[in-house]
C-alpha cells in the first residue's frame, strides 16, 4: 500500500493520470504476488471472497470515470483520493460500518473503484482490517492476496501501458532494487519512522497533484 500510495502521484506528473495508474497497478500487482509467495497460507479466503467480489464489480466504474474526465479533472480526482487515503491511514479511522460481511463489501468496492481510477486500492482495505482488529502478520498476506486480485482485474480492464522495451527493461531493475534495498533496510529502521516517511512522501504527492490539476483547470 506505501508503494502505491507513494508512486502514483510521482508517475501521474510524470507520465499522465492514464498511464500513469496502470504501471502502478502493473508495479503494486507485481510486488502483491512476490510478498504472497510467502505467506499464501496466512490468507483468510472468507474475508478475501467479499472484498474481491465487491472489487471487481466496482473497478469498470473506476476505469469509466479515467475515460471520460479530461486530464486536469483527472489529476485533481486522483490527488484528492491519495490526499484523503493517506490522512484516514494517518487516523486509523474506527467506522462501526467497516465490521463483518458489509464492512468487507464496503471496503472492496470502494478499494475496486479507487485502484481502477487512481492507482490506490489499499487505504479502504487498511481501514477494514483496523475496524475488523486483524493484527499486522494476519493483515500482510491479506492486504497482499487482494492487490494481486485487484490489480489483475484493474489491469484487465484498463489495459497495459504503453511503454518501450527499455523502458519495461528499466522499471523491472527498479523495483527489483528497491525490493532488494527495502529488504536490507528493514531490520535497521523503526517501523514508525519508516511509516511517517511514507505517507508524508504521499501526502507530498497527493498535495501536488491536486495543485497541477487546479493549475490545470
Known amino acids: 500500500m506505501g508503494f502505491a500510495l507513494v508512486c502514483v502521484p510521482a508517475l ?22 512476490v510478498g504472497l509467495s510467502g505467506g499464501w497460507r496466512r490468507v483468510r479466503p472468507g474475508a478475501m471472497v467479499p472484498l474481491c467480489v465487491a472489487a471487481a464489480c466496482t473497478v469498470p466504474a473506476g476505469v469509466w470515470l479515467t475515460r471520460r474526465l479530461p486530464e ?18 494517518l487516523r486509523g479511522a474506527r467506522v462501526p460500518a467497516l465490521r463483518g460481511t458489509k464492512g468487507a463489501l464496503a471496503a472492496g468496492a470502494v478499494g475496486g473503484f479507487m485502484n481502477s481510477a487512481a492507482g490506490v486500492g489499499g487505504p479502504p482495505i487498511s481501514l477494514y482490517a483496523v475496524n475488523a482488529e486483524w493484527t499486522v502478520r494476519e493483515f500482510v498476506p491479506n492486504a497482499q492476496f487482494y492487490g494481486v486480485v485487484v490489480n489483475a482485474f484493474s489491469i484487465t480492464a484498463n489495459g497495459l501501458p504503453h511503454l518501450t522495451t ?6 523491472a531493475t527498479a523495483l527489483t532494487a528497491g525490493a532488494l534495498t527495502g529488504h536490507a533496510l528493514s531490520p535497521r529502521i523503526p517501523e514508525k519512522r519508516a511509516r511517517a516517511l511514507v505517507l508524508t512522501l504521499a501526502l507530498a504527492g497527493g498535495i501536488t497533484a491536486v495543485g497541477k490539476g487546479i493549475w490545470g483547470l
Do not use: Q
Open 166 to 171: 527499455p523502458r519495461w527493461t528499466w522499471i
Open 72 to 89: 486536469p479533472d483527472l489529476m485533481l480526482v486522483m490527488g484528492t483520493l491519495v490526499t484523503v487515503a493517506v490522512l484516514l491511514v
Open 12 to 33: 501521474v506528473l510524470l507520465l499522465g493520470p492514464a498511464e500513469g495508474v496502470v504501471l502502478a497497478n502493473c508495479a503494486a500487482g507485481a510486488i502483491s504476488l
